[in-house]
């Protein structure tokens, strides 16, 4: 075997090994060991990521991790008069979550928004330790989000992210161009949004 095919075989793993990293640590997943206060559903205008997030927030709201529900999201969803939340807060008290269980945010245009326009929520029925619903590639972003914008507040986090599956997916995201396609979304809004630095901070 010649060196040139090691360094290719080399370069293969190197590559194969930083995507799988990638996968994990953007898919961050930390479901509480008891009950937390509430969970926050962040909206989304794409109706296949607005159903796994719905759906997702139900199962954790029906396995009895987060006796509440917040329902992010100001931006009118297609074809619809309903904001986002509006239309989640529909959802879920269709699927059985009763009404007063359901708390909506109804003016976020974006993720940062989705966190810091739920603060006066968390602060009004003093819940601090919230379990977070989002795509299960941009959780990363979410968890950092959150941070940032709850810093300080002695909030504790929990990831209990919608999957994307067949779309997207830890293990093999890399092999589709839609998988290419969501991270690529994701990974740079990282960087641009300062984000990396939250890793570190409480």
């Given at each position: ?8 075989l ?10 799988l990293?990638t ?10 060991t ?17 159903d ?36 989640f ?5 269709a ?34 330790r919230?379990?977070l ?9 979410a968890?950092?989000?959150?941070r ?13 992210h ?23 979304h ?6 641009r949004?300062r ?8």
């Amino acid at each position: 075997m010649t060196a040139f095919v090691v360094f290719v075989l080399l370069l293969l793993i190197a590559v194969l090994l930083g995507c799988l990293a990638t996968g994990w640590c953007l898919d961050v997943h930390r479901p509480p060991t008891t009950p937390a206060d509430v969970a926050l559903v962040f909206g989304c205008g794409e109706p296949w990521k607005a159903d796994a997030r719905l759906r997702q927030g139900l199962a954790v709201f029906e396995a009895g991790l987060a006796p509440h529900l917040i329902v992010s999201g100001g931006v009118k969803m297609p074809g619809r008069e309903q904001t986002e939340a509006e239309w989640f807060a529909e959802w879920l008290v269709a699927h059985g979550v009763p009404s007063e269980r359901v708390h909506l945010e109804n003016r976020a245009t974006n993720t940062a928004e989705n966190a810091a326009f739920s603060w006066p929520i968390l602060e009004t029925h003093g819940w601090r330790r919230v379990v977070l619903v989002m795509s299960d590639f941009e959780g990363l972003r979410a968890h950092l989000t959150a941070r940032r914008a709850w810093e300080g507040k002695s909030v504790t986090l929990y990831d209990m992210h919608a999957s994307s599956w067949p779309r997207w997916s830890r293990w093999g995201w890399w092999t589709s161009a839609e998988g290419w396609r969501l991270t690529n979304h994701t990974v740079p809004r990282l960087f641009r949004y300062r984000l990396l630095p939250y890793l570190w901070r409480r």
